[in-house]
């Protein structure tokens, strides 16, 4: 069985979904690596590298498996063989028709936000692994942005008070930035509607603040809020950004547009140069203001709305989306080497979203 590594070409994306340290494992598995060639470049991964960890450099979308990071884009998806294996960021709630064409087109896909977020599956939990990177370099591009420091300091010239940063949505991306902000000095605050987060919150250092709406939904996510909820929280909102320096936004509800959280007239409110960092672009962003892709400034605040930022991290951001891809795919195979999909695997079936012409064997 052979798997392929290919090369990404969704503009910006530099990172890959293999690396070379993790190519040893499969081929113990008794798999064949194919890397194509310039795959690893955005990494700063060359195709000798990949060669010396045991891999032929060659056509790798003719490959058994196919790993990917980003969905195929339209010129990709006919290089892929009928009958092979998909895995990679697939965008199953949003990319149905995509998802419908890789089906008629033959192929299995299984996309890694569709992995069920069990204890069994954290290993292969692709969207927190990319959410950490997301939550870490969200809090370098605030600082960056912000005419002030993060730390206190005290010197000869006088003492700088620390920033003050909030972050709205405190899953695994919003945790990583309260961490790491707290790392630079600043001072922290989290808020989130599910309210278990608040312990993590207070784990990292940061206090928590309660607008008292609680919303939790189905797996572990946020459900969205009714109207009144939202208008509640809007309003709350508005009123305590106005103390912050610098707001990181990370709330999603998945398979829905993201909840605006930062109005216009909160932005208004908050110091002069202050940041707004925000990571929902992708599905419209929480900030009134946000532009996706984009960096804007309204009321003398800069708004930002970076769309991948893992790949602005592409060497540790591909590591760890590497060691993700090679449990799940340990997970697609036998001890011989050989396809063995078994649909009774709740993972298994999760993640799976083309059948590409397979029955769920297994399924009970
Ligand atoms: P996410 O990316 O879907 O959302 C980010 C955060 O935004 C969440 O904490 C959510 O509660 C919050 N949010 C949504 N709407 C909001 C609103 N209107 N106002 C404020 N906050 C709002 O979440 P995620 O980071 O993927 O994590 C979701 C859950 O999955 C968490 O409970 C996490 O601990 C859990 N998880 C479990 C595992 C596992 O067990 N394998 C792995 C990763 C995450």
Known sequence: LTVGVVRESE??????????????????????VVVESGAGAGARLEDAVFERAGAR???????????????????????????SVLIGFLRPLSDVDRIAELEKAGITAFAVESIPRITRAQAMDALSSQ??????????LAAERLPRFFPMLTTAAGT?????????GAGVAGLQALATAKRLGAQTTGYDVRPEVAEQVRSVGANWLDLGIEAVGEGGYARELTEEERAGQQQRLTEAIG?????ITTALVPGRRAPT???AEAVRGMPAGGVVVDLAGETG?????????????????????????????????????????????????????RLALDFSDEIVKGACVALGGREKKGES
Do not use: Q
């Not at 498996?65 to 290089?79: H, S, T, Y």
């Not at 959410?131 to 370098?140: Q, T």
């Not at 003398?300 to 602005?312: F, M, Q």
């Open 285 to 337: 962003g929480n900030c009134e203001l946000t532009e996706p892709g984009r960096e804007v400034v309204a009321h003398d605040v800069t708004i930002c709305s970076p769309l991948n930022l893992p790949a602005e991290m592409p060497a540790h951001a591909s590591e760890l989306y590497a060691r993700n891809l090679t449990e799940l795919v340990e997970l697609l195979v036998d001890a011989e080497g």
């Open 261 to 263: 959280l930062v109005t």
């Open 131 to 140: 959410s950490s990177v997301a939550g870490y370099r969200s809090v370098l």
């Open 57 to 83: 450099i060659g056509d790798a979308w003719g490959a058994d498996i196919v790993l990917k990071v980003a969905p195929p884009g339209e010129a990709e998806l006919p290089r892929l063989r009928e009958g």
């Open 11 to 32: 503009p910006g994306e530099r990172r890959v979904a293999l690396v070379p340290k993790l190519i040893e494992r499969l081929v113990k598995r008794g798999l064949r």
């Open 243 to 247: 103390g912050f320096d610098v707001v």
């Open 160 to 168: 700088m008070p620390p920033a003050k940063v909030l972050v709205l």
